[in-house]
């Protein structure tokens, strides 16, 4: 493991312990937002600062980028649509109460992405995870997860003391149901998010998740 991902492990137990401090807020912030670049593309933060997403990703091959090893087993671009499409229904609709990034019809994402689906893929069969893999339109993908990116730094930075110690409001919870963000076999995402606070969102879906994804990534390209 690089000394770069040992500092952000360290840096994310840091934060877990801290995190829901009202006292501690500007620390918090600040570290949320280190954590949150170092798993994104440092287009999005600052430009020399280490990025894993970059490290993982820039010198990959599109022939990698789709490749499922076996069948049950997930492509790169099945894990980054994936930990992509939670990142911006949860912090848009359960933290921000924003509409979500995907939603903007100006930019028309699906569209651009290639994809007929919506939801995180929780669920996928063998069949959908190879069809968004041959469909997906890598680059777009690519900036649809900077503009998630960027758009969740946001809505951290307007966050109050104290707003993260708040818990999901279950309309919210009941929006992304509606919205059939999830398949039915991922409904049980909606009973953990439920029971987290916005922190809870924050240490997992934009930071943890993040990085679980991109570390199979890593051991796929390898």
Same mark, same amino acid.
Do not use: C
């Given at each position: %493991?690089?000394?770069?991902?040992?500092?952000?492990?360290?840096?994310?137990?840091?934060?877990?312990?801290?995190?829901?401090?009202?006292?501690?807020?500007?620390?918090?912030?600040? /570290?949320?937002?280190?954590?949150?670049?170092?798993?994104?593309?440092?287009?999005?933060?600052?430009?020399?600062?280490?990025?894993?997403?970059?490290?993982?990703?820039?010198? %990959?091959?599109?022939? =990698?980028?789709?490749?499922?090893?076996?069948?049950?087993?997930?492509? &790169?671009?099945?894990?980054?649509?994936?930990?992509?499409?939670?990142?911006?229904?949860?912090?848009?609709?359960?933290?921000?109460?924003?509409?979500?990034?995907?939603?903007?019809?100006?930019?028309?994402?699906?569209?651009?992405?290639?994809?007929?689906?919506?939801?995180?893929? =929780?669920? %996928?069969?063998?069949?959908?995870?190879?069809?968004?893999?041959?469909?997906?339109h890598i680059p777009s993908l690519?900036?649809?997860? =900077?503009?998630?990116?960027?758009?969740?730094?946001?809505?951290?930075?307007? %966050?109050?003391?104290?707003?993260?110690?708040?818990?999901?409001?279950?309309?919210?919870?009941?929006? &992304?149901?509606?919205?059939?963000?999830?398949?039915?076999?991922?409904?049980?995402?909606?009973?953990?998010?439920?029971?987290?606070?916005?922190?809870?969102?924050?240490?997992?879906?934009?930071?943890?998740?993040?990085?679980?994804?991109? =570390?199979?990534?890593?051991? /796929?390209?390898?």
């Open positions: %493991m690089s000394n770069e991902r040992v500092l952000w492990n360290t840096r994310q137990k840091e934060l877990k312990a801290i995190i829901a401090k009202p006292e501690h807020h500007e620390s918090v912030i600040q /570290i949320i937002l280190a954590q949150h670049a170092a798993v994104h593309s440092a287009r999005i933060a600052e430009p020399d600062a280490w990025s894993f997403e970059d490290e993982v990703l820039n010198d %990959m091959s599109e022939e =990698n980028f789709r490749r499922i090893p076996k069948p049950g087993v997930n492509s &790169i671009a099945w894990h980054i649509y994936h930990s992509t499409r939670i990142e911006d229904i949860t912090l848009n609709t359960l933290v921000g109460d924003r509409p979500q990034v995907f939603d903007e019809q100006e930019q028309d994402w699906p569209g651009k992405i290639g994809i007929r689906y919506r939801d995180t893929g =929780n669920g %996928m069969n063998d069949e959908d995870v190879k069809e968004l893999s041959a469909s997906v690519r900036d649809y997860r =900077n503009a998630v990116g960027l758009r969740t730094r946001e809505i951290v930075l307007a %966050m109050r003391p104290g707003d993260l110690k708040q818990k999901i409001d279950p309309s919210r919870i009941a929006r &992304i149901k509606s919205n059939k963000d999830v398949r039915e076999e991922g409904e049980w995402l909606l009973d953990y998010w439920g029971g987290l606070t916005k922190a809870g969102i924050i240490l997992m879906p934009a930071t943890r998740h993040l990085i679980v994804h991109l =570390n199979k990534s890593q051991r /796929i390209k390898k």
